[in-house]
């Protein structure tokens, strides 16, 4: 079966700070990766997606970054966090030319202060 | 306008009864449409999915679907304590609508 992993949990950064979240999904081969942020009390908001080892397509110009170094692992990053950087992030996961569903993973809070 | 609305504020449901949620899209080319559970603090499950007209059930979930109308729409019979959440919309893989939040009352 398929798991998705996200690590830290919880995170408190200063402004300013960078930022390196990481997710693994283990059980599959060639998903679809996708990162969203929800702000409290607030709907998803996708930051990035890829199809594939090295192809991010961007959702919303700002100051994060992905990367897809491996096929399994997706990564979202900042050099430099800003306040309204703050949120729950989440990974997910979808089968490549599949219908569509995605499956999320346990998520990280960032609170940056 | 927005792809995917959920436009109902809180549901309030007590016990045993049936919560109906409804969602709005825009595009009438959409093929797939996904209802996710949400628990506070905790990220999005996925419960039903339904791709062609009319009714899916699935246990005390029933998922409807009107192409010609643009909108699908999530019963759940026997409304339980434990189904309190927010419940997403979504269609086809990128958007999701801002969720409606459930409150089942013992």
């Known amino acids: 079966s398929q798991t998705i992993h996200q690590w830290p949990a919880t995170l408190v950064q200063p402004v300013g700070s960078p930022l390196s979240l990481e997710c693994t999904v283990e059980?599959?081969?060639?998903?679809?990766l996708y990162w969203y942020r929800q702000a409290a009390g607030r709907g998803l908001q996708l930051l990035f997606y890829s199809v594939g080892i090295g192809q991010i397509s961007s959702e919303v110009p700002q100051n994060l970054s992905a990367s897809r170094p491996q096929d399994r692992q997706f990564i979202l990053s900042s050099k430099k966090l800003l306040l309204s950087d703050s949120g729950f992030y989440l990974c997910a996961w979808g089968l490549l030319g599949g219908y569509n569903e995605q499956f999320f993973g346990p998520g990280t809070r960032l609170t940056v202060l | 306008q927005k792809e995917v609305e959920q436009n109902s504020g809180p549901l309030s449901v007590p016990e045993g009864a049936i919560a109906s949620l409804n969602c709005t899209y825009s595009d009438r080319g959409s093929q797939s449409f996904f209802w996710y559970r949400q628990y506070s603090g905790k990220s999005p499950e996925l419960i039903m999915s339904?791709?062609?007209?009319g009714d899916k059930e699935d246990g005390r979930f029933t998922a409807q679907l009107n192409k010609a109308s643009q909108y699908v729409s999530l019963l759940i019979r026997d409304s339980q304590p434990s189904d309190s959440a927010t419940y997403l919309c979504?269609?086809?893989?990128?958007?999701f609508g801002k969720g409606n939040q459930v409150v089942v009352i013992p």
């Open positions: 979504a269609v086809n893989r990128l958007a």
């Open positions: 339904i791709y062609s007209n």
């Open positions: 059980g599959t081969s060639n998903p679809n």
